[in-house]
């Protein structure tokens, strides 16, 4: 079974860093990438970038160059996601989502990790 | 920037059809777009329903399709149904690596 399990509920301060993970299990890695989105509170979803599980090159979204950061171990499976200078507003849900790019696909998704942003 | 466009809001009564439509402030969508279409229900992880224009995801039924019309990718959803009703997101390549999704429709089963 294709499967992303993403890491728990998160509660950072203003300012600082959070990383998370997102464990691929059930299919062969080679030929995939991993995405990243987020949902924050009343607002759509938002792309923020990829990494290519094969050979780690990354790509990020303008808004958020600078402050994330996306790497994978190939030994665990694991991609993650991080994102520094944390600010209120980044307080969301985020996913992380398998893509094809020989079919296009995006699918499976994780469940989700909610980050919330608090002083 | 470019920017993609949804409708808002479409309201449907039972069994009727949903189209709902996906487009570029700049530019037409287009197959290199590989448009791809997302029903969102708050709480829960987006389902994939649609992608690269109108390949159906696993499990999802032949109710839902997908084209490109005109300038804009379309969603087709036939027979509305009550558990239609949810927000769908698309979303597009617009080259250099870079994705966007649109900012999604509220669809209202009446």
């Known amino acids: 079974q294709v499967q992303l399990v993403q890491s728990g509920t998160e509660v950072k301060k203003p300012g600082a860093s959070v990383k998370v993970s997102c464990k691929a299990s059930?299919?062969?890695?080679?030929?995939?990438?991993i995405q990243w989105m987020r949902q924050a509170p009343g607002q759509g979803l938002e792309w923020m970038g990829w990494?290519?599980?094969?050979?780690?090159?990354?790509h990020y979204a303008q808004n958020f160059q600078g402050r994330v950061t996306m790497t994978r171990d190939t030994s665990i499976t694991t991609a993650q996601m991080e994102l520094i200078s944390l600010r209120s507003d980044d307080t969301a849900v985020y996913y992380c989502?398998?893509?094809?790019?020989?079919?296009?696909?995006?699918?499976?998704w994780g469940q989700g990790t909610l980050v919330t942003v608090s002083s | 920037q470019t920017v993609v466009t949804q409708e808002p809001s479409f309201s449907v009564s039972p069994g009727g059809t949903i189209i709902l439509t996906c487009g570029l402030t700049?530019?037409?969508?287009?197959?290199?777009?590989?448009p791809s279409w997302y029903q969102h229900t708050p709480g829960q992880a987006p389902r994939t329903l649609i992608y690269?224009?109108?390949t159906r995801s696993s499990g999802v039924p032949d109710r839902f399709s997908g084209s490109i019309v005109g300038n804009k990718a379309a969603l087709i959803i036939t027979g509305a149904q009550a558990d239609d009703e949810s927000h769908y997101y698309c979303?597009?390549?617009?080259?250099?690596?870079?994705?966007?999704f649109g900012g999604g429709t509220k669809v209202t089963v009446l």
């Open positions: 059930g299919y062969t890695f080679s030929g995939y990438y």
């Open positions: 989502v398998r893509y094809s790019s020989s079919s296009f696909s995006f699918d499976p």
């Open positions: 690269n224009t109108n």
């Open positions: 990494i290519n599980f094969d050979s780690g090159d990354r």
């Open positions: 700049s530019g037409s969508v287009s197959a290199s777009s590989y």
């Open positions: 979303l597009l390549y617009l080259g250099g690596g870079n994705w966007v």
